[in-house]
């Protein structure tokens, strides 16, 4: 092909891939056409890379055709064989990836160049190298602290912020120094070591519960990344496609957010103080009353509304089959039963909404937080599988409670309030919860799997 | 600046506006897979290690494209994967509504 040809043939593969990127995301945002959404956007991916691949640029494959591949492995791979509850940790490794990669690239580029760019340029080079290695390394932490390998809680330390600032303020100092045009390569590399420190130390003091918000705005900032590298290699797709997911996903990040009534900042800055003591340590009159199947059976078969309340317990136990069982033996009994979804219940919004479409829950049954708080005070019983934070009545009434003003699920307001739990730990947020001691509250301990296969026994029985 | 410089802004800044309504009306049920699949377009960095692997002569270029390859890879086929699967899940959904 000539040369006129190919960059012919590149460019309008770009320009339908743009195209495609644009319908996929809108098809994303209906649940009829969603699937179509993410095959459409597959294929102009598809399309994007093979034409560049016929790039002018492009001299030598070896590298290409060893390490595509690879990549390509590892992420199918691991896409397969991830559980569906550990969906949100994955997704966070994946944008890690991309930002790691972004970083990668912006440095590559400006060696290899010889460091010929003009301001606009090295200035590119210097965001995308900070804005990417920051994704790339907060997003390991966000990994870590969903596994929990790392501890959920905030890890906090004197002098924090302080120190935090100053480090942003050396990064964008070098990132400075490198757009005016007297960096050397001593310098990119002293910003890609700052902003790896920088991604780390700014995802550590943000508690477990809020990282599907951190996931999000890590994933936008990946987005920033990659629209940069667009600028730094002159690449429209690159810019476009980058710049697509940085404000979707900004977007996002500010519903959710929303949804848990906070600022983007104060999720972000505010840290979760420190962990304090239990409510029963602080107070040995607190008791939590324990229950026993038999009683929940009874309790669940005579009611005439249920509600229930999954959370990351029922997605840990792999319960959803079995709630849903139980759920369906209700029905035929003539109960009301309806399942209230939490806007951030789980480790990322949706995340309920996901686990019972796999047990085949009907949509009509999902109820959402505000419709269900009206219907509550008429309920006999509230049953909370796995749910912590998103029903702890501290977030209404205890003005010193980190998660103080975050909508909840009232289920204290119930005649009747059923936990399922495998013991009194803490939850995500890593604060004890003072619904498990209401005189309107059992709890039932026990793997949630298991307890729900015994009260379907125990159902048939009543 | 320069012409294309500008260009880049005003592409910019239509792809902000794009970005941000097409995704305007999302119902929360569809924030999960709509995050992952937005997570799976921004692995388009490939085609950005595509060019800088595939351009790179001396060592240090090669070994960072090659590692650009292997993350930007990993982020467009697992990225697309996991949102398929997720999307499954809601297939019977679809069906009972329909």
């Known amino acids: 092909m000539s040369l006129d040809l190919r960059e012919t043939v590149v460019n309008l593969g770009y320009l339908a891939a743009t195209v495609l990127f644009i319908l996929g995301l809108r098809f994303l945002s209906s649940p009829r056409t969603a699937r179509r959404g993410n095959r459409v956007a597959a294929v102009g991916m598809l399309i994007a890379i093979v034409v560049t691949l016929l790039d002018a640029d492009v001299v030598s494959y070896t590298l290409i055709a060893i390490a595509v591949p690879l990549g390509a492995a590892i992420g199918l791979v691991a896409a397969r064989r991830v559980a569906m509850t550990a969906m949100p940790q994955m997704v966070a490794l994946f944008n890690g990836c991309g930002g790691g990669a972004a970083a990668a690239v912006a440095v590559a580029e400006w060696l290899r160049s010889g460091a010929a760019f003009g301001p606009g340029g090295s200035a590119a080079v210097g965001l995308g190298t900070l804005i990417g290695a920051i994704s790339f390394s907060g997003s390991l932490v966000a990994f870590g602290k969903l596994q929990e390998l790392l ?165 840990v136990a792999q319960a959803q089959h079995e709630l849903q069982a139980v759920a369906e033996s209700l029905i035929t009994r003539g109960v009301e039963v309806q399942y209230a979804i939490h806007p951030v219940a789980g480790r990322m919004p949706g995340h309920m909404n996901v686990l019972l479409a796999e047990a085949n829950v009907p949509y009509e049954r999902l109820v959402e937080m505000d419709q269900v708080n009206q219907l509550i005070p008429q309920t006999d019983v509230v049953l909370i599988v796995g749910a912590n934070d998103v029903v702890n009545p501290a977030a209404r009434e205890d ?46 301990f026990g793997d949630a799997r298991k307890s729900l296969q015994q009260l379907l026994e125990a159902l048939k029985a009543a | 600046m320069t012409r294309e410089v500008w260009l880049a802004l005003y592409v910019f800044a239509l792809a902000v506006f794009v970005g941000y309504e097409v995704i305007a009306r999302v119902p929360s049920a569809l924030h999960t897979p709509l995050m992952s699949a937005t997570n799976a377009i921004h692995g388009v960095v490939l085609l950005g290690a595509i060019l800088v692997a595939g351009a790179a002569t001396d060592l240090t270029s090669r070994i960072l494209g090659f590692v650009a390859l292997v993350f930007g890879a990993a982020n467009v086929f697992g990225g697309f994967a996991v949102t398929e699967r997720m999307l499954d899940l809601f297939r019977n959904e679809k069906r009972d509504r329909t």
């Open chain 1, 151 to 315: 501890p959920t809680r905030p890890l906090l330390f004197p002098l924090q912020r302080y120190v935090n600032a100053a480090v942003l303020l050396l990064a964008l100092g070098l990132v400075a120094w490198i757009a005016s045009g007297q960096g050397q390569a001593s310098s990119l590399w002293l910003l890609l070591a700052t902003a790896l420190v920088l991604g780390v130390a700014g995802t550590a003091p943000i508690g477990g519960g809020d990282m599907p918000v951190v996931i999000a705005v890590l994933n936008a900032m990946t987005g920033l990344a990659t629209a940069l590298t667009g600028v730094v290699l002159d690449n429209e797709m690159l810019l476009v496609a980058g710049v697509l997911v940085g404000a979707s996903g900004m977007l996002l990040t500010v519903l959710m957010s929303r949804a848990m009534n906070r600022s983007l900042g104060n999720v972000l800055f505010s840290g979760f103080g420190t962990a304090r003591a239990s409510l029963a340590a602080a107070d040995s009159t607190l008791v939590a009353r324990q229950t026993t199947v038999e009683d929940t059976a009874v309790a669940l078969a005579y009611a005439r509304r249920v509600v229930i309340v999954p959370g990351y317990g029922m997605a």
């Open chain 1, 399 to 444: 003005a010193t409670s980190p998660i103080y003003g975050m909508p909840i699920i009232n289920a204290d307001r119930a005649q009747l309030a059923i936990v399922l739990k495998r013991g009194m730990s803490v939850g995500f947020a890593g604060i004890d919860n003072a619904l498990f001691y209401r005189d309107k509250t059992r709890m039932l």
